[in-house]
């Protein structure tokens, strides 16, 4: 059904699996993959992504929170979930109520887990987190070498994982790179010396997946490349990925204004000639950035229109002086391709001095995410 709202994203379940297939060739059909499907899948809704992943055969997916895993479970995904933002020791019942896999980095809350599954009369598969540079969570590695193997002898701790994450592999200079890999190779020896075989080892995100083969160990954790996009604009790897969301929204009113009109809060634009501006039903309460005023651009009819004024809450001016076929209640492409042009998520970072990341998982709520199988959803 379609929505009523003027403002949609329309998610292209064709494209991401197009994507996936990219990351099965990448990978290779003996490593396992791990879909990384946190922050509601990047923005583009876990729940929908997550049961068509599913239906590819994926089996593991990565979430950043417990209560992102637990909206997975009440919806039916049934595979392996895996909370990798780490989790308090007062949501270790959680974990168990709903069977997720933690992330673990911290030997005295591992400890504590261990005491609550003796209860229970069977295990938990649990992972282990090493910080091999980039300075978040996980033990360091000397830490580890010490901590690991007190981890893996816990009572009712399945350790089924190690896992670290790389800093900058999406990087031409994979110096740091691969300081990382030596780090985590080392500390994956030195756990075989003492007979510590831990069976999925995985340190690959889509940046080293696409360009940095050494680290694909026997699992690998896509995440942006699932979702159509390289992980920064100056990514040298060339991979076929198909952009999986599309944002448009309508023109809810339109105007002759004559040169010498402020637009807008501040008046920070004014007209320079006879206009004709057009109000967009979106703002940055949707997720359209305010950092976009007066830079980002927007598709009408397939020719571009520049937002002018500051974007507000609820509604973004546009000027379509130069697009006459502009109409009311005619659409607008935020993100997408419209007659041949196309505007990225990495267009609106660029505009805006953030990253395509944070664009995608910045599309607030009450945007409806409308589900289809084909371009601009069909």
């Known amino acids: 059904m379609p929505s009523p709202r003027p403002t949609i994203a329309e998610i292209n379940l064709q494209a991401l699996r197009h994507n996936l297939h990219q990351v099965m060739r990448l990978a290779g059909p003996e490593r396992a993959i791990l879909a990384v499907v946190k922050a509601d899948a990047y923005g583009h809704g876990a729940v929908e992504i997550s049961r068509a992943l599913k239906e590819e055969g994926i089996r593991f997916f990565g979430v950043a929170t417990v209560e992102e895993g637990i909206k997975l479970r009440e919806a039916g995904i049934d595979g392996s ?30 400890q504590e887990l261990s005491r609550m599954v003796q209860g229970l009369g069977h295990g938990i598969p649990v992972q282990i987190k090493v910080d091999t540079g980039m300075g978040r969570l996980g033990l360091n590695p000397d830490e580890a070498l010490k901590d690991i193997p007190k981890i893996a002898q816990l009572p009712g701790l399945n350790v089924e994982g190690i896992i ?17 890999l030596k780090k985590f190779q080392a500390l994956l020896d030195h756990l075989s010396d003492l007979g510590i075989r831990i069976p999925f080892r995985h ?20 995440g942006i490349m699932l979702y159509g996009y ?51 039903a ?8 305010r950092s976009l005023s007066n830079r980002a651009e ?24 130069d697009i006459p076929e502009a109409n009311l209640g005619g659409r607008a492409t935020l993100i997408g391709e419209d007659k041949g042009d196309r505007i990225t998520a990495w267009d609106l970072a660029r505009w805006g001095n953030t990253i395509a990341y944070e664009v995608l998982c910045g599309i607030g709520r009450r945007v409806p995410r409308v589900y289809g199988r084909g371009e601009h959803g069909e």
């Open 203 to 222: 340190i690959s995100n889509s940046a080293a997946v696409m360009s940095f083969p050494p680290a694909l160990f026997n699992m690998v954790r896509p």
């Open 81 to 110: 979930i895996t909370v990798l933002g780490g989790v308090f020791p007062e949501e270790h019942s959680l974990l168990l109520d709903w069977n997720l896999t933690p992330v673990l980095y911290h030997l005295p809350w591992a």
């Open 298 to 321: 927007v598709l009408v009819n397939g020719r571009r229109a520049p937002v002018v004024g500051r974007v507000t809450m609820d509604m973004t001016l546009i000027d379509v002086t």
């Open 164 to 180: 670290s994450h790389f800093a900058d592999a999406d990087l031409e200079d994979k110096a740091f790179t691969e300081g990382q």
């Open 230 to 280: 390289m992980p920064s604009d100056s990514f040298p790897g060339k991979v076929d990925l198909q952009p999986v969301l599309s944002w448009n929204t309508r023109i809810i009113h339109l105007k002759e204004v004559p040169a010498g009109t402020p637009l807008s809060y501040g008046r920070t634009f004014v007209t320079r000639r006879k206009s004709r501006i057009a109000t967009l």
């Open 282 to 289: 979106v703002g940055y309460a949707d997720g359209y950035s």
